[in-house]
């Protein structure tokens, strides 16, 4: 298998665009949604979820872009336990988990 796009938080403009890039290119991808349903993406939240549950056959080669998140400022400053955990929180999970999968890959090092 070649090296697959996984975009985290593909609903919104950005996500969308490198959704149809990789489709352009005849890339695999593979998008999750967590408040927007979209009947071609896969359901994450990326502060309760597990990666590898969502995309069962992650493996080292797949490229995981995080694009989720809120960039309402005032949520952010209204919501402060609420913002870290989805701003810092969540992403260092899903980091972890890369890096496990990366860790227990055949390969002798980590790139991200």
């Known amino acids: 298998m070649g090296r697959r796009i996984v975009?985290?938080?593909?609903?919104?403009?950005?996500?969308?665009?490198?959704?149809?890039?990789?489709?352009?290119?005849?890339?695999?991808?593979?998008?999750?949604?967590?408040q927007r349903?979209?009947?071609?993406?896969?359901?994450?939240?990326?502060?309760k979820d597990d990666l590898g549950g969502v995309v069962e056959d992650l493996n080292p080669?797949?490229?995981?872009?995080?694009?989720a998140g809120n960039n309402d400022?005032?949520?952010?400053f209204e919501n402060?336990?609420?913002?870290?955990?989805?701003?810092?929180?969540?992403?260092l999970a899903a980091a972890a988990d890369r890096k496990s999968t990366r860790l227990n890959s055949s390969h002798g090092y980590i790139s991200y």
Do not use: F
Request: charged share 20%.
């Open 37 to 47: 349903p979209r009947p071609e993406m896969r359901a994450y939240d990326a502060t």
């Open 61 to 67: 080669r797949d490229a995981v872009v995080l694009l």
């Open 7 to 34: 975009v985290l938080g593909a609903t919104g403009q950005v996500g969308r665009a490198l959704l149809a890039a990789a489709a352009a290119e005849n890339r695999a991808s593979i998008g999750t949604y967590h």
């Open 80 to 91: 402060p336990e609420a913002a870290r955990t989805l701003h810092v929180e969540a992403p």
């Open 73 to 76: 400022a005032s949520w952010g």
